[in-house]
């Protein structure tokens, strides 16, 4: 069934939009879109950006295997768009954490990638509970905010096994840029990830000697040859240093 999703998905894509030669850029991708999409249209390039390793991994032994043409780039999107993939993309795909505040990051983020984000199209998939319209219209809010006009909606386009607080489904946007920049963003603090019992997002920023005992576990953990965080360390974790 999931493999059937895949499919049903990126022959949307394929069909929608002219991608030969083109490239589609994945803000995290844990469904497999990039292989599904390479496979359905090969002559596509398909760019992944995410932060679980472990799922780069295997999209780079699946593509290895199928001869898909995928590349990968590990990256913690609230520290920013790797370099490598700023102004490079035609079209971007992303299936964000359903928050408010994780939508807009990610697709803030797929924007960044865009090469020319007035020609190009931002596809989200999203879905919220039918007992929680009002956290739908402050997502939708956020995408206004940033300058994007809902081209196409598709109800219950994507369907997942669990899931249930969202009904196992969730609407698949089509997003188009209305201004060559991205707008600034605003100045509340990000809660990229949702809050229930068993997918809280730790406040750590907010404590900062709890920060630092983070840092420090990570740096007694770091040898010769491994790799470091580069940057600035988003708001809250001033006090703590980086690296």
Do not use: K
Not at 37 to 42: D, F, I, K, Q, T
Not at 143 to 155: C, H, I, K
Request: proline fraction near 7%; aromatic fraction near 6%; glycine fraction near 10%.
């Amino acid at each position: 069934r999931r493999q059937r999703q895949m499919c049903i998905r990126d022959r949307f894509l394929s069909t929608r939009f002219d991608l030969v030669g083109r490239t589609v850029l994945c803000v995290g991708d844990h469904d497999l879109t990039s292989v599904a999409l390479a496979l359905v249209e090969p002559r596509a390039r398909a760019v992944v950006v995410d932060l679980d390793e472990r799922v780069l991994a295997h999209i780079d032994a699946l593509a290895e295997r199928l001869g898909a043409d995928v590349t990968t780039h590990a990256a913690d999107l609230r520290l920013g768009l790797p370099p490598a993939l700023r102004g490079t993309a035609d079209v971007v795909f992303t299936d964000p954490p359903y928050t408010p505040d994780g939508v807009e990051l990610f697709v803030r983020r797929g924007l960044e990638g865009m090469a020319d984000p007035r020609r190009g199209r931002v596809l989200v998939a999203y879905g919220v509970s039918e007992t929680t319209p009002r956290l739908a219209a402050a997502t939708q809010a956020r995408l206004l905010r940033l300058d994007l006009v809902v081209e196409a909606l598709w109800p219950d386009f994507n369907r997942y096994h669990g899931a249930e607080s969202i009904g196992a489904a969730s609407d698949l946007y089509v997003l188009r840029p209305l201004a060559r920049s991205v707008p600034s963003p605003g100045g509340e603090e990000a809660r990229v990830y949702s809050q229930g019992a068993n997918a809280r997002e730790a406040p750590v920023g907010s404590d900062p000697e709890r920060a630092s005992a983070v840092l420090a576990r990570a740096a007694e953990g770091t040898g010769a040859g491994d790799p470091l965080l580069v940057g600035s360390w988003p708001r809250g974790f001033e006090g703590a240093g980086r690296v």
